[in-house]
Antibody
Framework: QVQLVESGGGLVKPGGSLRLSCAAS????????MTWIRQAPGKGLEWVSY????????YYSDSVKGRFTISRDNAKNSLYLQMNSLRAEDTAVYYC?????????????WGQGTLVTVSS | EIVLTQSPGTLSLSPGERATLSCRAS???????LAWYQQKPGQAPRLLIY???NRATGIPDRFSGSGSGTDFTLTISRLEPEDFAVYYC???????????FGQGTKLEIK
């Protein structure tokens, strides 16, 4: 069965960096786009970034552009999010999701999330 | 950037009743790229509906989606206790090719 497991969250000071990972299993990872979504405490969902199956196409939300970098290692079935220059407003649960695009785009499987807290 | 506005913010209904949730886009959205998700407290979101009206795998047929252009609707025909949750609509844009979510509708027990 499809499984996505995020890791790497934690407490970091403003201006600091953190690298999130998402380990995928149960499907052919290299066939799928992947997406990061975040949810601030008590708030709604916010799309962060996606990466194409080969890694050649990447997009970011305006709120993280220039600070966050999405990447993937298809040999390791892993997705990453390098987060630099972190701000208090980046505090959120970060989810990775499989981004299925077969003419009907949707996020069909989600991980359980990892909490990132940016505070001094 | 396309903005999705969901209404109402909170919907109070009883089990057995019909729920109608709305998602309005600031400009036309492709029906192929409009999805709905359910999120319960402490859990990750779950895909319910994709391409405006297609139920995801394992989703009961009391859930249905409809709409086109700028107006989309999620309907739950007869509410079960486990349906009380927060629901989000989501779209994939083409220019720019970014995703956006609505702010969510909380469905609570009356």
């Amino acid at each position: 069965q499809v499984q996505l497991v995020e890791s790497g969250g934690g407490l970091v000071k403003p201006g600091g960096s953190l690298r999130l990972s998402c380990a995928a299993s149960g499907f052919t990872f290299s066939d799928y786009y992947m997406t990061w979504i975040r949810q601030a405490p008590g708030k709604g969902l916010e799309w962060v970034s996606y990466i194409s199956s080969s890694g050649s196409t990447i997009y970011y939300s305006d709120s993280v552009k220039g600070r966050f970098t999405i990447s993937r290692d298809n040999a390791k079935n892993s997705l990453y999010l390098q987060m630099n220059s972190l701000r208090a407003e980046d505090t959120a649960v970060y989810y990775c999701a499989r981004d299925r695009r077969d003419g009907y785009n949707r996020l069909d499987y989600w991980g359980q999330g990892t909490l990132v807290t940016v505070s001094s | 950037e396309i903005v999705l506005t969901q209404s109402p913010g909170t919907l109070s209904l009883s089990p057995g009743e019909r729920a109608t949730l709305s998602c309005r886009a600031s400009q036309s959205v492709s029906s192929s790229y409009l999805a709905w998700y359910q999120q319960k407290p402490g859990q990750a979101p779950r895909l319910l509906i994709y391409a405006s009206s297609n139920r995801a795998t394992g989703i009961p047929d009391r859930f249905s989606g409809s709409g086109s252009g700028t107006d989309f609707t999620l309907t739950i025909s007869r509410l079960e206790p486990e349906d009380f949750a927060v629901y989000y609509c989501q779209q994939y844009g083409s220019s720019p090719p970014m995703c956006t979510f609505g702010q969510g509708t909380k469905l609570e027990i009356k």
